[in-house]
């Protein structure tokens, strides 16, 4: 596993936790969907960079 696969999916789990976290807290819809899309985003590169 290369260093940017690892860093992605590190990044994926982190954001994705905090988005979980920041909807438990009640934060705005509209910046619990900004971390949602970008934890999406890194989900979907983390695959792409293990195959390259």
Do not use: Y
């Amino acid at each position: 596993m290369n260093a940017s696969t690892l860093l992605l999916a590190t990044l994926t789990a982190t954001l994705a936790g905090v988005t979980f976290h920041a909807w438990k807290l009640g934060n705005e819809k509209r910046d619990v969907s900004l971390l949602g899309v970008f934890s999406g985003l890194c989900g979907v590169g983390t695959p792409i960079t293990a195959n390259l």
